[in-house]
T-cell receptor, first 115, second 113 residues
Framework: GAGVSQSPSNKVTEKGKDVELRCDPISGHTALYWYRQRLGQGLEFLIYFQGNSAPDKSGLPSDRFSAERTGESVSTLTIQRTQQEDSAVYLC?????????????FGPGTRLTVL | GENVEQHPSTLSVQEGDSAVIKCTYSDSASNYFPWYKQELGKRPQLIIDIRSNVGEKKDQRIAVTLNKTAKHFSLHITETQPEDSAVYFCAASLYSSASKIIFGSGTRLSIRP
């Protein structure tokens, strides 16, 4: 079956512009996560959606970052007024059920470059 | 909140030797510890995991050990091969509850021929 997909694969933008990143999880997966991975760095948790529950936004670094998810489908991560330090790969992952024990299936990521 | 520390950040071993990567966690409520492998330019993939009611788990050349009292866990790779070269991430979360997963900072493992 199809895995997690993300678009665009690459995004180059100018400082101050807004960007929107998209994640299509595996069909039927109830949980969806967003991570940021700076060059040579680890996976920084941003936000977590679980079904219809309120998302866990505790990892969002500033109010310029926001994310939405409609039901158990597509999610979009929006970064407003981008800064150079936002340059990173943004990874999305989905899991079949709630609970940390369920393996995370990662998408290929969106490489964001802010000039 | 949970904090996961991982060491070393880079590790180079001779092919055939063993590699050990260590992680510590801060939240005693965490009870599930997965390890992910990320090859160059690819997405992370789960390679092994362990629950807190188990002290050790093995899968062929890979093993993970957990010390709940000390709140640390380790990944052991024996008889390393070139294809083991990758970045490895440890993580901590709750097994049953809906929760976020906190990753360590990663270890870049290089296998010398």
């Amino acid at each position: 079956g199809a895995g997690v997909s993300q678009s665009p694969s690459n995004k180059v933008t100018e400082k101050g512009k807004d960007v929107e990143l998209r994640c299509d999880p595996i069909s039927g997966h109830t949980a969806l996560y967003w991570y940021r991975q700076r060059l040579g760095q680890g996976l920084e948790f941003l936000i977590y959606f679980q079904g219809n529950s309120a998302p866990d936004k505790s990892g969002l670094p500033s109010d310029r970052f926001s994310a939405e998810r409609t039901g158990e489908s597509v999610s979009t991560l929006t970064i407003q007024r981008t800064q150079q330090e936002d340059s990173a790969v943004y990874l999305c992952a989905s899991t079949r059920l709630a609970g940390g024990r369920n393996p995370q299936y990662f998408g290929p990521g969106t490489r964001l470059t802010v000039l | 909140g949970e904090n996961v520390e991982q060491h070393p950040s880079t590790l180079s071993v001779q092919e055939g030797d063993s590699a050990v990567i260590k992680c510590t966690y801060s939240d005693s409520a965490s009870n599930y510890f997965p390890w992910y492998k990320q090859e160059l330019g690819k997405r992370p993939q789960l390679i092994i995991d362990i629950r807190s009611n188990v002290g050790e788990k093995k899968d062929q050349r890979i093993a993970v050990t957990l010390n709940k009292t000390a709140k640390h866990f380790s990944l052991h790779i024996t008889e390393t091969q070139p294809e083991d070269s990758a970045v490895y991430f440890c993580a901590a979360s709750l097994y049953s509850s809906a929760s976020k997963i906190i990753f360590g900072s990663g270890t870049r493992l290089s296998i010398r021929p």
